[in-house]
């Protein structure tokens, strides 16, 4: 899939040959072994660039992203943990693949086809990204797959009937793409035999300085988004669908993400929140532009979804264990999830989360990695 945007194609850069490229290919070997004696894989993929991207099959977890900066020079810009056993711990879901319905559903209650399902409550009051044992903490099969100008794993998980409270067995299938664009696309798609919410995402952490490089408040950050959706205390959407112009949350031009943090009413303070993507005429929307303007690195990200969630790390306080040693400390990293809204199993007038027998479920999302036009 092409960019839609020249500056995050990264072309110029690499035909000069600014950095000695790594073999391109995709290599094996075991990351660990889980209490039970399950083996944990790791993959490595590098394309052609030199851009290397580390996945485990615990979670579909992507642990390194090494992508260039205006100079060439490669840096990790994903946060994550050093090891398997520091993941199984217990971590904010770095980097992992998120389901069956990520983001929030009120209550950990909804209603199909007048039968109530009650969910894990693992979010306050409220049941978070598929429950105490989603997507994000089971083995995924993975299976390297031949594409042509990158590199591709695919993903695939069975969750049976009742898994989490969920109805209906669900067969979930997610390829991961490193392309030689330099773009990281993540290709969803999963069957039921019963009616059930599905909502699947990708939740990796950024800061496009380097995952140990302090905050991501001096970011510059644009959403193609003129409305959100509002929340209540526990972060679940009221309903409404307001504009962000006049409110901390206007991103509709670049802007530096801590330029009115500081004005946002939440505790802890920052970006939490539901952005309800702009229609456009393409099938793959643009939903974001991100740049660090030290390093010059930029990320771009489309999407098929009708909404995405930014997070700015609001809930990182420098106790949680990162890689190389690095305590992770408020607004470390950022997030942006594509999605349906939060608690639209709830939500009658949010876009339908609902798949039913005979349907596919899919979405494509790609994030598109590049430097700032001089």
């Not at 959403?223 to 409404?240: F, R």
């Given at each position: ?269 920052g970006y939490d929140l539901n952005y309800v993507i702009n229609p456009q005429r393409s099938k793959n929307w643009l939903a974001a532009v991100v740049t660090e303007p030290k390093s010059g690195r930029t ?48 939500q009658k007038t949010f876009p339908a989360t609902i798949l039913k027998p005979g349907d596919t479920y899919h979405q494509l999302t790609t994030y598109a990695f590049g430097v700032a036009a001089k």
């Amino acid at each position: 899939m092409k960019s839609l945007f020249g500056l995050c194609v990264f072309a110029s850069v690499m035909a000069g040959g600014a950095f000695a490229a790594e073999k391109a290919g995709t290599t094996k070997k075991e990351y660990g072994k889980l209490a039970d004696g399950k083996v944990v894989d790791e993959y490595t993929l590098v394309n052609a660039n030199g851009v290397t991207m580390k996945v485990i099959s615990y979670g579909g977890i992507i642990t390194e992203l090494h992508v260039p900066d205006k100079d060439g020079k490669l840096a990790d810009i994903v946060l994550g943990c050093s090891n398997l056993a520091e993941y199984v711990e217990g971590h904010p879901y770095f980097g992992a693949l998120i389901g069956r319905v990520g983001n929030r559903i009120a209550k950990g209650k909804f209603t199909l086809d007048g039968k109530e399902y009650t969910l894990a409550t693992n979010n306050g009051p409220n049941h978070l990204h598929g429950g105490k044992v989603g997507f994000d903490k089971v083995v995924w099969k993975v299976t390297p797959k031949e594409v042509p100008h990158g590199q591709a794993l695919v993903l695939s998980y069975s969750s049976p009937d009742g898994e989490e409270g969920y109805p209906g067995k669900l067969d979930v299938e997610v390829t991961y793409t490193l392309t030689d664009k330099n773009e990281v696309t993540f290709d969803y798609s999963a069957k039921t035999d019963k009616t059930t919410p599905v909502n699947l995402t990708q939740h990796s952490y950024f800061n496009l300085a380097g995952h140990k490089s302090g905050t991501i408040l001096e970011h510059n950050l644009m959403l193609a988004a003129d409305n959100y959706t509002p929340t209540d205390d526990t972060l679940i959407p009221t309903g409404k669908i307001d504009p962000v112009k006049g409110t901390p949350f206007d991103f509709t031009t670049s802007t530096q993400i801590g330029k009115h943090i500081k004005e946002i009413k939440a505790d802890p303070v920052g970006y939490d929140l539901n952005y309800v993507i702009n229609p456009q005429r393409s099938k793959n929307w643009l939903a974001a532009v991100v740049t660090e303007p030290k390093s010059g690195r930029t990320m771009t990200v489309t999407t098929t979804e009708p909404g995405i969630q930014f997070y700015s790390g609001n809930f990182l306080d420098g106790k949680q264990k990162g890689k190389e040693g690095t305590l992770y400390k408020q607004y470390g990293g950022f997030c942006l999830e594509t999605q349906h809204y939060p608690d639209s199993a709830n939500q009658k007038t949010f876009p339908a989360t609902i798949l039913k027998p005979g349907d596919t479920y899919h979405q494509l999302t790609t994030y598109a990695f590049g430097v700032a036009a001089k």
